[in-house]
Nanobody, 120 residues
Framework: QVQLVESGGGLVQAGGSLRLSCAAS????????RAWYRQAPGKQHELVAD???????NYADSVKGRFTISRDNAKNTVYLQMNSLEPEDTAVYYC??????????????WGQGTQVTVSS
C-alpha cells in the first residue's frame, strides 16, 4: 500500500511563485521516477517535469527556466518550485511516482491533485 499526498497549491498573481510538495508513504523499497503532471481546462493531461533515481531531470518546453523539480530522498518527497507563474499555468497538478514496494511489486501511483490558479 502506497499513498501520495500533495500540498502547496493555491491562488497567486501572475509573476508569483508557489512550491508544490508530494510525500510518499507506505511499504516502499525504492522510487524509480518522480514526476509532476497537470491538466488545464480544455487541455489534455501533460507532463510538466520528472526526475529519475539518478537525478536526471526533464521539463516541458513551456516551463523550462521557470519550474524546478527536486527531491528529498530521506523524506520520500518531491517538490516543484514554480516561479514567474503565468495564467496559462492554471491547472490541477498531480504528482506521480514509479515505485517498487518491499515485496518487489512495481506500480505507478498518483497524488490526489492540487489546484493552482494564476490570475492576470
Amino acid at each position: 500500500q502506497v499513498q501520495l499526498v500533495e500540498s502547496g497549491g493555491g491562488l497567486v498573481q501572475a509573476g508569483g511563485s508557489l512550491r508544490l510538495s508530494c510525500a510518499a508513504s507506505g511499504r516502499i523499497d525504492s522510487i524509480k521516477t518522480r514526476a509532476w503532471y497537470r491538466q488545464a481546462p480544455g487541455k489534455q493531461h501533460e507532463l510538466v517535469a520528472d526526475i529519475t533515481s539518478g537525478g536526471s531531470t526533464n521539463y516541458a518546453d513551456s516551463v523550462k527556466g521557470r519550474f524546478t523539480i527536486s527531491r528529498d530522498n530521506a523524506k520520500n518527497t518531491v517538490y516543484l518550485q514554480m516561479n514567474s507563474l503565468e495564467p496559462e499555468d492554471t491547472a490541477v497538478y498531480y504528482c506521480n511516482a514509479d515505485i517498487f514496494t518491499i515485496d518487489a511489486r512495481r506500480n505507478t501511483y498518483w497524488g490526489q491533485g492540487t489546484q493552482v490558479t494564476v490570475s492576470s
